[in-house]
T-cell receptor, first 115, second 113 residues
């Protein structure tokens, strides 16, 4: 089946430092998966951070960016300089393009930014 | 703008008791609707989806059922709760005009004792 792996369950970074959250995927049943990063800030609901639906393309939002790499089956999330307000749980996910559109999520990475 | 509302916000229920969780979408006609569940410390997984009124497809068997009685309403229920049903339940809809992403409601926290 399809799966998404986030290797780090928790990441702590100092403010203004760079960040990378790893995400790799396996899409055995989907020819052209869509890739997403969702984020849950403390006390808030799950919201879309960015999406990329074409291999080789990069998505960006709020200073975060991720590139859809079909060769390495990766979709790592990066930010050059994190802020304390970026502290949240980040989920990598993939879906197909059918009506069922099941989102398959990674286990999530809790980011803590130290002031 | 579309809004998604879930009720209740939280529930504490006894094992063996019935459950009904609701979800309403406003501002979007004929949305695709989804239920997701996350056990404490677990991964979000899709439970059900519906593309039209009266039609629901099951994705994961958890002794739960879902119904779509109206275009903008999605209900998750069971007649007998298990301890393993505890967790966080999220309703979502899909916006076909915006390239496949799903938008999530605030969720319901369920604790089964």
């Amino acid at each position: 089946g399809d799966s998404v792996t986030q290797t780090e369950g928790q990441v702590t970074v100092s403010e203004s430092k760079s960040l990378i959250i790893n995400c790799t995927y396996s899409a055995t049943s989907i020819a052209y998966p869509n890739l997403f990063w969702y984020v849950r800030y403390p006390g808030e609901g799950l919201q879309l951070l960015l999406k990329v639906i074409t291999a080789g393309q990069k998505g960006s939002s709020r200073g975060f960016e991720a590139t859809y790499n079909k060769e390495t089956t990766s979709f790592h999330l990066q930010k050059a300089s994190v802020q304390e307000s970026d502290s949240a749980v980040y989920y990598c996910a993939l879906s197909d393009r059918n009506a069922g559109a099941k989102l398959t999520f990674g286990g999530g990475t809790r980011l803590t930014v130290r002031p | 703008a579309q809004t998604i509302h879930q009720w209740p916000v939280a529930e504490i229920k006894a094992v063996g008791s019935p459950l009904s969780l609701g979800c309403t979408i406003k501002g979007k006609s004929s949305p695709n609707l989804y239920w997701y569940w996350q056990a404490t410390g677990g991964t979000l997984q899709q439970l059900f989806y519906s593309i039209t009124v009266g039609q629901v497809e099951s994705v994961v068997q958890l002794n739960l059922s879902a119904s779509r009685p109206k275009d903008d309403q999605f209900i998750l229920s069971t007649e007998k709760l298990l301890l393993s049903h505890s967790g966080f339940y999220l309703c979502a809809f899909r916006d076909w005009e915006s390239s496949y992403e799903q938008y999530f409601g605030p969720g319901t926290r369920l604790t089964v004792l």
